[in-house]
C-alpha cells in the first residue's frame, strides 16, 4: 500500500489529474465522467421503502415504509461500444427527501453502485496512482510497475469486465461503505439486485448501443423491477472500512432488502434525454446524516466529484 498522503494534497492532484483526462478525453463537444463514462440511459421510476424491515435497519430513508420519486443513471465504465467487456455504473437520486443532507441541494439522497462488489484499488493513494498513469496513457505500467506493483488490482479490473445483455439483469454494489443511523454504530454496503419478470435472454440490436435498445425493449414486455439491500459489517478486520479493493463476505453477512425499485415503460433515448442525462451528476455526499460515507476513499470523492461535475458542465455550457 502507498504511504498515507493528507486529504487535501490527495483532493487536489485528483482534480488535476482528472480534469486533464476527462478534457482530453472529450468527443463530439461532450465531456465524459472519469468513470461511468458512457450514458447508457436516465430513467425515472418508484423507490419503495419496505414495511417489514428488521428495526436495526430503519434509520434514514428506510425509517419508515415510503415510496420516493427515483432517478436512475445507467452507464459503462469505460467503453463507448455496450458489446465490449466492461464494468456497469448504476447512479440513483431519490426526491422528496425530509431532513437535512450533509452536501448539496436539500430533497435529494444519491446512491453511487458498480457492477462488481470491490473497486480496483483498495486506497485512494492508489486511485491517484492510477488517475496519473491514466493521465500519462501508461494504465498497465501501473498495474504491472516492477518498482510499485498493482496485481490485486490488475486481478480484479480483469474479473470485473464483463459482457451483459441489458443493465436491468445486472447486479451492483455500493462497494464503499456508509453509516446506517446517526448514532446507531452501524456500518453497511448497498447492493441493488435485479428482480424483474423478464429476462433479456440475446442482444438486441447487436452493436454499439445494444444496452440501451435492451433497455427500452425490456420495458416495452414488463417493468423492471430490483430490490434494494444492505450488508451490516459483522466484523472489521474481515469487513475493513478502509480498504476498497475486499469483498465483504456475503456467507458471513447476508444482504437484506429493505426496498423495491420499479421502472415502467418510458420514453428515455431520444437526443434531448440523452443530452439531459449526460448533464447530470451524482455525489455520495448528496445524502442525509444516516447514510454518511466512511472512509478516505469515500472522503476524497465528495470534492474530486463535485469538482469534476463543475469540469464537464463548464466546457460543455
Known amino acids: 500500500m502507498d504511504q498515507e498522503m493528507p486529504i487535501d494534497d490527495l483532493i487536489t492532484e485528483m482534480n488535476q489529474g482528472i480534469a486533464a483526462v476527462i478534457t482530453n478525453e472529450a468527443e463530439d463537444g461532450v465531456v465524459p465522467r472519469f468513470n461511468q463514462a458512457k450514458t447508457i440511459g436516465c430513467l425515472r421510476g418508484e423507490f419503495r421503502v419496505h414495511d417489514d424491515i428488521p428495526p436495526e435497519l430503519k434509520h434514514g430513508i428506510f425509517s419508515e415504509a415510503k415510496t420516493y420519486p427515483a432517478m436512475l443513471r445507467f452507464a459503462n465504465a469505460t467503453s463507448r461500444d455496450d458489446a465490449e467487456k466492461d464494468v456497469r455504473g448504476l447512479s440513483i437520486r431519490l426526491s422528496d427527501v425530509e431532513g437535512p443532507v450533509l452536501w448539496g441541494e436539500p430533497g435529494f439522497q ?47 479490473a480483469f474479473k470485473s469486465r464483463q459482457n451483459h445483455l441489458c443493465p436491468f439483469d ?25 428482480c424483474s419478470d423478464y429476462q433479456t435472454l440475446q442482444a438486441e440490436k447487436p452493436g454499439r448501443n445494444q444496452l440501451r435498445a435492451a433497455m ?12 434494494f439491500a444492505v450488508q451490516t459489517q459483522t466484523d472489521p478486520h474481515s469487513m475493513p472500512i478502509e480498504d476498497a ?14 426496498a423495491t425499485i420499479t421502472l415502467e415503460n418510458q420514453d428515455f433515448d431520444d437526443p434531448e434525454a440523452l443530452a439531459e442525462c449526460e448533464a447530470s451528476s451524482f455525489n455520495p455526499w448528496q445524502c442525509l446524516a444516516a447514510h454518511e460515507p466512511l472512509g478516505r476513499m469515500n472522503q476524497v470523492r465528495r470534492l474530486v466529484y463535485a469538482h469534476a461535475a463543475a469540469v464537464r458542465n463548464r466546457n460543455q455550457e
Open 110 to 156: 444519491d446512491f453511487i453502485l458498480n457492477s462488481y462488489p470491490a473497486l480496483f484499488v483498495a486506497t485512494p493513494e492508489d486511485f491517484l496512482g492510477f488517475i496519473l498513469a491514466r493521465q500519462a496513457n501508461q494504465r498497465l505500467w501501473f498495474f504491472l510497475n516492477p518498482f510499485n506493483p498493482h496485481l490485486k488490482a490488475l486481478w480484479i
Open 170 to 194: 445486472v447486479r451492483f454494489w455500493s462497494t464503499t461503505p456508509y453509516k446506517l443511523g446517526e448514532n446507531s454504530g452501524q456500518v453497511v454496503k448497498y447492493s441493488v439486485l435485479p
Open 216 to 227: 427500452k425493449a425490456h420495458l416495452q414486455r414488463y417493468p423492471a423491477k430490483f430490490h
Open 245 to 258: 479493493s475486499v469483498i465483504w463476505d456475503e456467507a458471513v453477512s447476508p444482504f437484506r432488502i429493505v
